[in-house]
Each structure stands twice: as structure tokens, then as C-alpha cells.
């Protein structure tokens, strides 16, 4: 889905940037170009942006605690 029209700006371009490094505002500004233009997207931006913060940091808790459990039984 379209989060910022005037850049052409994805939710899924929101998660990769998400999944390379970015983790404010500012970084999508930046790399993006999200509310850059008229800033109406910016709310909807934010959103996304910490749904993806909020997905990348279960994945890494399970990722270790997993990891833990394959280590512990070896």
C-alpha cells in the first residue's frame, strides 16, 4: 500500500528500510523522501515504521531464545 503518494513511498519500502538499519522518522526521511513534500503521510509513516520496529525486535527475541535452546541441547 501507497503510505507517501509524493514519493512513491511503499509500507513495504518502510519495512526494508526497517530491516537495513532505519529506526526514526528522520531515517525515512532521509532514504526514503517520506514527508518531504506536503507531510500528510507522516502519521501513517510513523506507524509503520514502529509496527516494523515493533516485528523486528519478536523476531530477534525469538531468534535467540531459539538459538539458545538448539545450543543448550547440543
Known amino acids: 500500500m501507497y503510505i507517501c503518494v509524493c514519493r512513491g ?3 513495504t519500502a518502510i519495512r526494508d ?3 537495513r538499519g532505519a529506526d526514526r522518522m528522520r531515517d525515512l526521511k532521509t532514504n526514503l523522501g517520506v514527508s518531504e513534500q506536503c507531510g500528510i503521510c507522516a502519521c501513517h ?4 515504521l514502529e509496527q516494523a520496529l515493533m516485528q523486528k525486535v519478536v ?3 525469538h531468534f535467540t531464545h531459539t ?7 547440543a
Do not use: C, G, N, P
Not at 509513516?45 to 509503520?48: F, G, I, M, P, S
Open 59 to 61: 523476531a530477534q527475541r
Open 45 to 48: 509513516a510513523k506507524e509503520v
Open 67 to 73: 538459538h539458545s535452546l538448539i545450543r543448550d541441547s
Open 17 to 19: 528500510a526497517v530491516r
Open 9 to 11: 513511498v511503499t509500507d
